[in-house]
């Protein structure tokens, strides 16, 4: 939870519920602590999801790689999201490269709201990359967030068949509980060190990470489309009358 805006949204939606009988729901079952304990049992849970569609890929992934100047001898560690250190907190992703092997490169997708230490080894693509491509020619999504909902970037990664790595925050927790493991998961304060370990653990292409990956895919297909978030909110707005 965080008391930059969650828990002011939660407070806004309660007072709405409680003036003029809005309906509430919530994108996570981690979300709901967030709510004050007498309406909790009204928020119906929606989970997101994502258009396959939209990580389709168009190109084929040497060309992208060569468009940002990368072979297939790099190893591409991708961050998608709002370039926000305390946030998003992609420094550590950065520092985490340049502590693996020449060879690896950290390449980060979106708007720079704050800007990072870039190092020799990390790329900045501007949003308008799509990022279908973009997850084709990666090696894997590495997302350090120190806390989310439900993010879209790895319910991205899990349609695309690329490994995941983040951090232990309680939604990713409860992903990995309810399903089996999704995605390879550090410590929220991970050291660099602990990140590089994690995602050299994963590029190695074990069994483990094979097995990790489709079963996340499998999942992913299943729950967490935009098809099936649709029919969620079908099925709950259908309730209401």
Request: charged share 20%.
């Amino acid at each position: 939870p965080s008391v930059d805006w969650q828990l002011p949204v939660a407070a806004e939606a309660a007072l709405a519920h409680h003036q003029q009988g809005i309906h509430l729901a919530a994108v996570s079952e981690v979300c709901l602590v967030n709510f004050p304990d007498e309406i909790r049992q009204m928020v119906t849970v929606i989970e997101n999801g994502v258009d396959p569609a939209r990580v389709a890929a168009t190109r084929p992934r040497w060309e992208v790689r060569r468009e940002i100047g990368l072979d297939e001898s790099h190893r591409i560690a991708l961050f998608v999201g709002r370039i926000h250190n305390e946030q998003k907190n992609p420094q550590l992703l950065i520092d985490a490269v340049d502590l693996l092997g020449h060879e690896w490169r950290a390449v980060l997708l979106g708007p720079i709201f704050d800007r990072p230490k870039f190092s020799s080894k990390s790329i900045h693509l501007c949003p308008d990359w799509n990022v279908a491509n973009i997850l084709n020619a990666a090696d894997m999504l590495v997302h350090p967030a120190r806390h989310e909902s439900h993010g879209l970037a790895i319910n991205e990664a899990w349609l695309a068949r690329r490994p995941v790595v983040s951090c232990d925050y309680p939604v990713n927790c409860l992903f990995n509980l309810k399903h089996g493991e999704m995605m390879k998961l550090v410590p929220v304060d991970a050291s660099p060190l602990d990140l590089a370990t994690a995602m050299r653990e994963v590029d190695f292409g074990s069994m483990t990470t094979q097995e990790r990956t489709a079963r996340a895919h499998r999942v992913a297909s299943r729950s967490y489309t935009a098809h099936k978030m649709g029919c969620r909110w079908s099925d709950f707005l259908a309730g209401l009358f």
